[in-house]
């Protein structure tokens, strides 16, 4: 079977180690005015309609869809991302200039690509909410509740981002004023909170950001509550590569700007590939990351199968 030239990097390199212990590791045009200590402080930018909607196959286990349902909603789904991928291509581009600006020490540029920005997120909130308005048609009152707790999540996730974001715009201001020429600003590292939908890992933070660089920690095949979704590779291996996205758009980060990946798999057989690259090949289409997968003896949870850790690049 086929899976397009990114999920070819499951054909990367594979080691055995003997030992355990790996564990699971309101949106509208921001205010200009005079406000944070540089500066006025960061717009709010667009957060989950850069994405798009709940995806299918998340979709599919959260809300619990029919064989029908899923059919209509990957229909539906599928025809919304293609009619809206030139705008969301040009918010990324925005962003990726907005950045640079910010790097840069150019608050004033970078709030034009911020408006710019803005005025993509609004386009592209109105038809997402056109999209889940229809859902309604196929979709009971359960499954609208349940899609809506996930939009209401994800929404506070881009308001705890903006907020983190602020001490970003502050210390653009500080630079563009302050800068010595040929002196960078050192990179700050910021531990992130676990997004919604996601179990807190054991240990340490789900994700670490050090300027654009974001560290993802292991993540496992296991709900929000921290319950196992199944016992077989393939269960845990979509819920895991679920969890990995989750986590990475949180960030500010997505699937795409994923540059590492390391996939831990308990008892590795040879045939284990083939399951991982069928559980990813819905999350990795293109673009392929480097991979390496490792053998192990077991994890750091009782009955988990595999963790997948990843570095990615953000925006």
């Known amino acids: ?22 564990g699971q590791g309101g949106y509208g045009r921001g205010s200009m005015s005079q406000g944070g200590r540089y500066g006025p402080p960061a717009p709010k930018l667009p957060g989950v309609e850069l994405v798009g909607p709940l995806d299918t196959a998340l979709a599919r286990a959260m809300l619990s869809l029919s064989a029908d ?39 004033a540029a970078a709030a034009f690509y911020a408006e710019h920005l803005q005025d993509l997120g609004k386009t592209l909130r109105d038809r997402q909410d056109r999209f889940e ?6 979709l009971n009152g359960d499954q609208i509740k349940a899609y809506k707790k996930w939009r209401d999540d994800q929404d506070q ?5 903006r907020r983190e ?13 302050f800068a010595t020429p040929g002196v960078g600003a050192p990179e700050i ?9 996601v179990a807190a890992p054991a240990v340490g933070s789900p994700s670490v950001r050090v300027g654009r660089a974001v560290y993802v920690t292991g993540q496992l095949g296991v709900d929000s509550t921290g319950t196992l979704v199944g016992s077989d590779l393939r269960a845990q291996a979509e ?12 960030a500010g980060a997505s699937l795409r700007d994923v540059t590492t990946l390391t ?12 399951t991982i690259r069928t559980a990813g090949a819905a999350y990795f289409s293109a673009n392929a990351p480097i991979a390496t997968v490792v053998g192990v003896q077991s994890l750091g949870r009782d009955g988990a199968l595999i963790s997948i850790s990843a570095t990615a690049s953000a925006r």
């Open 239 to 250: 819920r895991a590569f679920a969890n990995l996205r989750s986590v990475l758009q949180s």
């Open 133 to 138: 308005g229809d859902l309604r048609r196929f």
């Open 1 to 22: 079977m086929k899976y397009g030239s990114l999920f070819a990097f499951l054909a990367a390199t594979l080691l055995l180690v003997p030992t355990a212990a790996f």
């Open 157 to 161: 996730a881009t308001e705890r981002k």
């Open 189 to 197: 590292k910021t531990a992130l909170p676990t997004p919604p939908g």
């Open 165 to 177: 974001d602020q001490r970003r715009w502050d210390e653009a201001g500080f630079r563009g004023e």
């Open 69 to 107: 349902q899923s059919t209509r909603y990957a229909q539906a789904y599928d025809s919304f991302m293609v009619a809206t991928r030139p705008q969301r291509d040009s918010a990324n581009a925005a962003i990726a200039k907005m950045n640079e600006r910010l790097d840069d020490g150019d608050r």
């Open 263 to 274: 996939i831990y798999v308990v008892n590795y057989r040879p045939a284990d590939l083939e």
